[in-house]
T-cell receptor
Framework: EAGVAQSPRYKIIEKRQSVAFWCNPI?????LYWYQQILGQGPKLLIQ????????DSQLPKDRFSAERLKGVDSTLKIQPAKLEDSAVYLC????????????FGPGTRLTVT | GENVEQHPSTLSVQEGDSAVIKCTYS??????FPWYKQELGKRPQLIID?????GEKKDQRIAVTLNKTAKHFSLHITETQPEDSAVYFC????????????FGTGTRLQVTL
């Protein structure tokens, strides 16, 4: 079974530039999550999708971050404009759906903002 | 919201010894508690989880115990091996909804020869 795929794996941008990350969840998984993991910390949930609808985005900094999952499969997370403090690994995870709590993570995108 | 505290932040054990990592949570309605292992530069990997209707779950050399009254759960690794060296994260549901997790701050486990 293929795992969660993410791209790019690494990205370096200057502050105030924009960046986008892509995630393809495990086939058949209805729930998709985006996490931010700052070096030395645990992952922090940014947004949760159930199919193509947003379940929770209470911790997403909406002034600069946006995410979509238009067809209920792939998802993109965008940052515009980026700040230095956005430097982190952005992890995508997926789970089967309601009642299936196990989350499986992708390899992440390491973002460096200079 | 949920608050998850994890201890210790670092742990060094000799190969073959046991390691125990403990987490406490604040929301008494929480019902799902996973543990993740993250090797350097790699993705968090789900290694074991427990639901609130059981007190203990075991999978070969790893086990998780849950004390709902005290609101804490622990990861136990027996007969540690060098490949167990990694950062381990516990997690608990955010606001009692099992699908949204709050992660602990992580424990860096070093298994020495």
């Amino acid at each position: 079974e293929a795992g969660v795929a993410q791209s790019p794996r690494y990205k370096i941008i200057e502050k105030r530039q924009s960046v986008a990350f892509w995630c393809n969840p495990i086939s058949g998984h209805a729930t998709l999550y985006w996490y931010q993991q700052i070096l030395g910390q645990g992952p922090k949930l940014l947004i949760q999708f159930q199919n193509n609808g947003v379940v929770d985005d209470s911790q997403l900094p909406k002034d600069r971050f946006s995410a979509e999952r238009l067809k209920g499969v792939d998802s993109t997370l965008k940052i515009q404009p980026a700040k230095l403090e956005d430097s982190a690994v952005y992890l995508c995870a997926s789970s089967l759906g309601p009642g299936a709590y196990e989350q499986y993570f992708g390899p992440g995108t390491r973002l460096t903002v200079t | 919201g949920e608050n998850v505290e994890q201890h210790p932040s670092t742990l060094s054990v000799q190969e073959g010894d046991s390691a125990v990592i403990k987490c406490t949570y604040s929301d008494s309605a929480s019902n799902y508690f996973p543990w993740y292992k993250q090797e350097l530069g790699k993705r968090p990997q789900l290694i074991i989880d427990i639901r609130s209707n059981v007190g203990e779950k075991k999978d070969q050399r790893i086990a998780v115990t849950l004390n709902k009254t005290a609101k804490h759960f622990s990861l136990h690794i027996t007969e540690t091996q060098p490949e167990d060296s990694a950062v381990y994260f516990c997690a608990a549901p955010l606001t009692g909804t099992a699908s949204k997790l709050t992660f602990g701050t992580g424990t860096r486990l070093q298994v020495t020869l």
